[in-house]
């Protein structure tokens, strides 16, 4: 594991401990909507064994036990687990790449929106495979590259304020890093590590990947306490600042918000998700 690996994962960690309260409050809905379309994915119905990895305060668990799955879910931070559990998930600290199970435990195995905050994704999806059973899929999103307008409308305050952004932002490793489109997230599965000194079989059949669109509508309050609770990348670079820039920096928010508001109190955000799922062959 390279240092960059190392600083990624730990910023992670400390970005996420303590906050579960507000991304329930902000970010979370926004995460939720992909849930159901990514269930489909992983063929999950009543009586399949699955696993919810990076569960968070538990809504892609809940939605698979709803459809009357049998559901385990893991996620890195304690926080995150104590809400799943308060709200009846089966849930554990798990921190990828290395899971609390056995091989071939899981019928499906289902991921919203965690790749993308582990510092080896490739060793992650080769542990995600390893603990489902022959024939089980798994499924998972991310975000897509390019512009996401919340984040955009975020980023464009910053700016204007003249934030500065600090060294401790987490960056993926370049060789850990891949491309945040259909093609880059299904050529994933084609390059398995070493897992636990082993290295892991190639094998997830069936490989597809496609975009979820959608438009988010919170409030601009909403929409702003998520980035003011230091959650996300951008929420780092907002909490990193001094009380006077974080003063601008929501001054030039209200500001930029009009452009996406539509009339009845909420914010038009357009996002777009990868979905990608594959069978263990």
Do not use: K
């Not at 080896?120 to 897509?144: I, Q």
């Not at 299904?186 to 590590?193: H, S």
């Not at 892991?200 to 003011?228: I, K």
């Amino acid at each position: 594991m390279t240092n960059a690996t190392e600083t990624f994962d730990a910023t992670e960690r400390t970005m996420w401990s303590g906050r579960t309260e507000a991304y329930a409050g902000s970010f979370a809905r926004l995460c939720a909507h992909p849930v159901e379309t990514l269930l489909d994915a992983a063929g999950v119905g009543a009586g399949t064994r699955v696993l919810d990895v990076g569960t968070g305060t538990g809504t892609a668990a809940l939605a698979a036990g709803a459809r009357g799955a049998r559901v385990s879910a893991v996620d890195a931070d304690a926080g995150m687990v104590a809400a799943a559990r308060s709200a009846g998930v089966d849930a554990r600290i798990g921190v990828l790449p290395e899971l609390p199970y056995a091989d071939a435990e899981f019928d499906a195995v289902v991921g919203n929106f965690v790749l993308n905050h582990v510092g080896r994704p490739r060793t992650a999806l080769a542990e995600l495979r390893r603990v489902l059973r022959p024939g089980g899929t798994t499924a998972l999103t991310v975000w897509a590259g390019g512009r996401q307008s919340g984040m955009e409308l975020l980023g464009r305050a910053c700016e204007a304020a003249g934030a500065v952004p600090p060294d401790h932002l987490p960056r993926l490793a370049r060789a850990e890093d891949f491309g945040r489109t259909a093609e880059g997230l299904a050529a994933l599965p084609g390059e398995f590590p070493f897992v636990r000194g082993v290295r892991a079989e190639a094998g997830l059949a069936d490989v597809r990947c496609a975009e979820v669109v959608w438009e988010h509508r919170p409030s601009a309050e909403e929409w702003w306490s998520g980035a003011a609770a230091g959650i996300g990348t951008i929420g780092l670079i907002v909490t990193s600042q001094s009380p006077a820039t974080v003063v601008r920096i929501r001054r030039e928010y209200d500001r930029l918000a009009a452009e996406f508001a539509d009339g009845e109190g909420r914010l038009v955000l357009p996002y777009t998700a990868l979905l990608g799922s594959g069978r263990r062959a």
